[in-house]
């Protein structure tokens, strides 16, 4: 389990060929630009690329950012358990050229106050076989009740510190600041030798936190590891030359495997040493990000109405929250529209204070249904969905299921139309796993019987319309219902 503070991360990558007329610095001309999740999310992402099962508990905004963020997360095999998130999704974007950083700009704004956690996650943190705290100073670590659940576990916690963030829960196993932020967290006055102060470092810091270990990673140099006994473990570091972003997220993420894994203390910051080295020497975080992480492109759809698009979605579901109210959503392919789909929408709406539609995207449809699929296209199924009464916001998703867009939008409900309860007894969703990460509900409501895209296609193929009438009359009996469920129709 990582827990923490998860950022966008965003490298632009470009050419500078000029100075700028008015101002003596140079231009980037961009040539690509990559997103990535930073902080606890990557911290996540190279756990789950070593093959564990791991579950990131950080808050995400509802924001576009934020979406993203689920995205991306989803493609790495990380299960999110999101706590909601005031103001903007924290981003960091650093600007490059032939490999080296011109400037990073930060945006975002000051850290906001996370939600509380549901009992699910409470119920995570008792069962997780080793806790990664990933602490980037913007309060997911220092929430009350998440702190009381660390100190409760039984199972190994690293605790990778921030400056700005809050103290480690004492009787930690591990701690795992850099340099400077033993030196800036213990106050550590100058003098002496590099090891010298670390150590000093280290010793205030372990005695401070109650924390078993304490290692300062040495950059190149490796790490210094301050357990029981005064005397310190110098762990060396191979020769490695590169970009060292996320490389302490490496080297904790790989420290918590290995004790996850039952190893000792010193046993895994030598391999953590050893694998932020050969991170750092592979070519560093644009090499080792998993390659469906790599793959994932930005959002599906930025505009095409104000009801469609994660920002849409994020603007609806944070002012109903802000009100107390319940967020509903539901999904699907919703190729010809018709009166089936506007009942289930109809029904789904009377349940809470508004309705989000995750829409299935073209390339969705089509891994689902096949190349022939769909026959109407993203663009307009998502300007007829925004059209009905009953809904409030469309977001389009890429993938195969809904499972990123739900951990972004944390809906109340989730609901299916009854066609999916079949074969007797209560039906399961498979999204009920997902829901029940923050407490949220699926239900089915009722269908209306004979109603099927697919037959409609074929219907239509055939030259005939739904129930032998002619495919004119079906399709103005579908314009008639859009019509009559559309805002401000009488």
């Known amino acids: 389990m990582v827990l923490g503070d998860t950022l966008l991360d965003r490298d632009v990558e470009g050419l500078v060929n000029r100075l700028c007329p008015d101002s003596p610095v140079p231009v980037l ?3 690509v630009s990559v997103d990535r999740p930073g902080g606890a999310g990557l911290a996540a992402v190279f756990a789950a690329a070593q093959g564990a099962d791991v579950a990131l508990v950080t808050a995400l905004a509802d924001d576009a950012g934020g979406a993203r963020l689920a995205t991306l997360l989803a493609a790495a095999g990380v299960r999110v358990y999101a706590l909601p998130l005031a103001g903007a999704t924290p981003e960091k974007i650093r600007l490059r050229a032939r490999g080296r950083v011109l400037l ?3 945006r975002g704004g000051a850290a906001g106050v996370p939600g509380p956690p549901s009992e699910a996650v409470l119920r995570l943190l008792a069962g997780a076989s080793a806790v990664l705290v990933s602490d980037y100073g913007r309060g997911v670590a220092g929430h009350p009740a998440l702190r009381a659940a660390l100190a409760a576990t039984g199972a190994p916690v690293v605790w990778d510190p921030h ?8 009787g930690v196993h591990l701690a795992t600041p850099n340099e400077p932020e033993a030196r800036d967290l213990a106050k550590t006055p100058p003098g002496g030798s590099r090891l010298a102060a670390a150590s000093r470092s280290a010793q205030a810091l372990r005695r401070r936190w109650q924390a078993r270990a304490v290692a300062v990673t040495l950059g190149g140099d490796g790490a210094l590891l301050s357990h029981a006994g005064s005397t310190p473990l110098v762990v060396p ?3 490695a030359e590169g970009d060292t972003c996320g490389a302490g997220d490496r080297f904790a993420a790989a420290a918590t495997l290995a004790l996850a894994r039952g190893a000792l203390v010193s046993e895994a ?4 040493v050893a694998e932020a080295s ?3 020497a592979g070519g560093g975080v644009a090499t080792a990000l998993p390659p469906p992480v790599r793959a994932v492109a930005p959002a599906v759809v930025t505009g095409g109405g104000e009801r469609i698009g994660a920002a849409a979605a994020g603007e609806v579901v944070a002012r109903v929250r802000a009100s107390g109210g319940t967020v509903v959503a539901t999904g699907g392919c919703f190729d010809l529209l018709h009166a089936g789909h506007v009942a289930t929408l109809q029904a789904a709406r009377q349940l809470g204070d508004c309705l989000v539609v995750c829409l299935n995207s073209d390339a969705s449809v089509a891994g689902l249904k096949g190349p022939e699929r769909p026959v109407v296209p993203q663009g307009d199924r998502g300007r007829l969905l925004a059209a009905l009464g009953c809904v409030d916001a469309v977001l389009i998703f890429d993938e195969s299921t809904p499972e990123a867009a739900l951990s972004w939008l944390r809906p109340d409900i989730w609901v299916k139309g009854g066609d999916y309860a079949t074969g007797g007894g209560e039906p399961v969703l498979p999204e009920a796993e997902i829901l029940g990460r923050w407490g949220g509900h699926t239900v089915v409501v009722p269908y209306l019987d004979g109603r099927s895209t697919t037959d409609m296609i074929a219907a239509a193929r055939a030259g005939r319309g739904h129930a032998g009438r002619p495919v004119a009359v079906a399709e103005a009996a579908t314009q008639a219902v859009v019509r009559s469920t559309a805002k401000g129709a009488p």
């Open 29 to 31: 001309d961009e040539t």
């Open 104 to 106: 990073r700009h930060d």
């Open 163 to 170: 400056p700005r963030g809050c103290a480690a829960v004492p």
């Open 237 to 239: 570091a191979p020769a």
């Open 269 to 272: 910051v030598q391999e953590a």
């Open 278 to 280: 050969a991170y750092v």
